[in-house]
């Protein structure tokens, strides 16, 4: 099994229970960004993270940024604009 498997399937093979310990059995790309979610919530001020992840001796680096899904909208709103508009 990848460490970067999807959670879908992991979750699909294993129900999780909902206790404390219900963390240990995620997969690290949902326990990353579950850690991203705490910290922009314990910080207002904060625009972005940083997340470095080794697994097998492979750094995977990891950039999670609070303003990402207004850009998301932008891009999208500016997609259904025309040049002729």
């Known amino acids: 099994m990848d460490a970067l498997e999807s959670a879908t399937k ?14 240990v059995n995620l997969d690290v790309t949902v326990q990353t960004g579950l850690y991203a979610t705490e910290m922009f919530a314990a910080n207002l001020e904060l625009n972005y993270l940083l997340h470095i992840v080794v697994v097998n001796n492979v ?10 899904p207004r850009f998301m909208v932008l891009l999208y709103a500016l997609q259904r604009i025309g040049l002729h508009d």
């Open 59 to 68: 750094p995977w680096i990891w950039y999670y940024d609070q303003q990402l």
């Open 10 to 23: 992991k979750i699909q093979d294993k129900t999780l229970d909902m206790d404390a310990d219900a963390d």
